[in-house]
């Protein structure tokens, strides 16, 4: 293999770990630690090696936290000083000024090296790790630490003619170095495939954000008619109630006006004949007049306002529109579910949320549910693997996965115990994929498209109480319920009049006869009956109690407490049946407390909360 051949296949491969960081040679490294992981679980992860991805030998501890071995961290500091070896004299000499130091291999972070090589071993051990060890494997023969360049493959030793990969940053003999390049080039093929699968990613990114933005438009534009004709409404009743007012100034008007040509008509007729009656006539006409004159003092003296806020009339003196409702009409003050609830919500109030679990490498999780048959495993929707994992909670490690070469983008996750099978929306492929409960794979149902039988982008979805499957048809705006054996479209929820009260639902849970959906484009939670009937709804956009940026997913405990997972908030917030807050927990924040974006949400029967992290790539068990 000549020189500039050599040099391309190396410079195309550094390119791609820069902006991808996989490669075929990563894969086949890193399958023994997952096959380890798999077997003897987070401990045998705990103490291997981030540069041989072995067990720990003189394990070191730089002062980022970061442990490696020994020899590992040797191997690291002669590959970057044949890198140097290997570049012009300009840069050799421009390094050659600075101290000596090293990188972390994990965060990068600068450790300067006094005195060269020899400070490495003055590195401080890391004592948890030294304790681990000891537990799962006892005593670890050493390895020496001489300080020669050993070939990564063959282990042969070499002092002048050594070659440094700039991609592993490994140092090979000249035998072995040509056989890593070659390596390196069949690699290729497996970028080009990962090519191929980003540009049909998006593909589908671009044609969702289409969608979106068209909806938006005709979202704002329906909006903008609707606030429109309501306000047509409000102009049509304020100017009625301006007329009544003019009608009755005019009334008043005309009966003053007529009492006091009356009076006058009194007043100069009287001639006060009877002596003895003078005073008596005299005291009438004086308080029909200062009757009169208090009318006239009186007529219209109200001063009439319109509020532009509110768009209606009133005035200072005596009100319009009359606000108070009094006896039978008055609204209730209280209601019975704060005394029958008050239970549950003091647990909820009382509860710390600390997570129990974390899993921070979860392969960007969106929603995650736990079967009826088995309440020890959770089933995880894994966009960046297009599979479904499943996780045993109680021996905290994966025992399985749902997969399928037809399933692109996987979203929610649903059950049937009487059919004992599993259910997964295809938010790219448009379709639901049906699992059996051993894993195979058995059918799909529905097609893209806005009738019945068709979905656009399917989220969320929920089985009801009668072995219906709740779709949420986030791409049309709506609810859709079919028969989760046939795929049988049997109603919608949602569209009055052929108008939708939704705007991209991507959350669903069902409590008995109600289900709840999570509104996320209009920021709210909407309640329905099965029959489509709404019953209630709560929240708006905003950062306060109550309030949401993106509704992304919701849940029901089994009291009937909503879950509500706030994505642009970062945040969960949990609340009783009727849309009372009671606790709000999480909130932005890298560590175990905070969340990135809140992708998905179940709750256990034993109230156990289940929370994915898209953003973080996290997911926690409170």
């Not at 040099?7 to 096959?35: A, D, I």
């Not at 929603?367 to 960046?384: E, K």
Request: glycine share 8%; aromatic share 6%.
């Amino acid at each position: 293999m000549g020189d500039s051949q050599r040099n391309s296949v190396v410079s195309k491969t550094e390119s791609f770990s820069k902006s991808k960081g996989f490669t075929k040679n990563v894969r086949l490294r890193r399958q023994p630690r997952l096959q380890r992981q798999d077997s003897l679980g987070a401990i045998e992860e705990l103490i291997q090696c981030g540069i041989c991805l072995e067990k720990l030998t003189q394990p070191k501890m730089l002062p980022c936290q970061h442990t490696f071995c020994l020899n590992c961290l040797h191997s690291h500091l002669m590959a970057h000083r044949v890198l140097i070896k290997q570049q012009s004299l300009d840069s050799q000499n421009a390094v050659s000024k600075k101290p000596a130091a090293i990188k972390c291999p994990v965060c990068q972070k600068r450790v300067d090296l006094e005195k060269g090589v020899e400070s490495l071993a003055d590195l401080p051990k890391n004592l948890y790790i030294d304790s681990v060890m000891k537990l799962v494997a006892g005593d670890i023969s050493p390895i020496s630490t001489k300080s020669d360049n050993r070939c990564v493959k063959c282990h042969t030793f070499s002092q002048q003619e050594e070659q440094c990969c700039q991609h592993c940053m490994q140092v090979f003999c000249n035998v072995c170095w040509n056989e890593h390049l070659t390596e390196l080039e069949s690699n290729l093929s497996v970028l080009v495939k990962q090519v191929d699968e980003s540009k049909v990613r998006l593909d589908h990114k671009l044609e969702n954000f289409e969608n979106r933005c068209q909806r938006l438009v005709e979202r704002i534009k329906e909006t903008t008619l609707q606030k429109i004709e309501l306000l047509k409404a409000k102009e049509e009743k304020v100017l009625k109630d301006v007329e009544t007012l003019v009608g009755e100034g005019n009334t008043t008007y005309d009966d003053i006006s007529t009492r006091l040509e009356e009076l006058k008509t009194k007043l100069s007729g009287n001639s006060f004949h009877n002596n003895n009656g003078k005073v008596f006539s005299f005291m009438n006409f004086h308080r029909e007049t200062s009757s009169l004159l208090s009318a006239v003092s009186r007529f219209v003296e109200a001063r009439v306002i319109f509020d532009p806020e509110s768009f209606r009339l009133d005035q200072a003196t005596e009100g319009i529109y009359n606000e108070v409702e009094d006896g039978e009409n008055a609204p209730p003050r209280g209601t019975n579910s704060l005394e029958r609830y008050e239970n549950a919500s003091q647990q909820y109030r009382n509860r710390s949320f600390v997570p129990k679990l974390v899993w921070s490498k979860c392969p960007r999780p969106a929603n995650v549910a736990v079967p009826p048959w088995d309440s020890r495993l959770l089933y995880i929707a894994a966009t960046d693997t297009h599979t479904v994992l499943i996780l045993n909670r109680d021996r905290r490690k994966l025992q399985g996965r749902l997969t399928s070469s037809e399933m692109l983008y996987p979203q929610g996750i649903a059950f049937s115990k009487k059919h004992q099978e599993i259910y997964v929306s295809d938010k790219w492929k448009h379709c639901i994929h049906v699992f059996s409960k051993n894993g195979d794979y058995l059918r799909d149902m529905l097609s893209k498209g806005n009738g019945n039988g068709k979905v656009r982008s399917p989220d969320g979805i929920a089985m009801g109480p009668n072995e219906e499957l709740v779709i949420c048809d986030s791409g049309n705006d709506r609810i859709i319920l079919i028969d989760s054996k046939t795929g049988e479209h049997l109603s919608t929820i949602g569209i009055i009049d052929k108008k939708t009260m939704l705007n991209m639902p991507t959350g669903v849970a069902v409590s008995g006869d109600k289900i709840i959906v999570a509104d996320t484009g209009n920021h709210r939670i909407k309640i329905f009956y099965l029959d489509g009937r709404k019953i209630h709804e709560f929240g708006s956009l905003g950062k306060s109690r109550g309030q949401f940026r993106s509704a992304e997913v919701v849940a029901v405990d089994p009291l009937g407490f909503i879950l509500v997972g706030d994505g642009g908030n970062a945040r969960v917030q949990v609340f009783k049946p009727d849309g009372g807050v009671v606790k709000i927990f999480g909130g932005p924040g890298q560590g175990n407390d905070g969340f990135g974006w809140v992708s998905g949400i179940c709750i256990t029967n034993e109230f156990d909360v289940i929370v994915a992290d898209s953003k973080t790539r996290c997911l926690k068990i409170f």
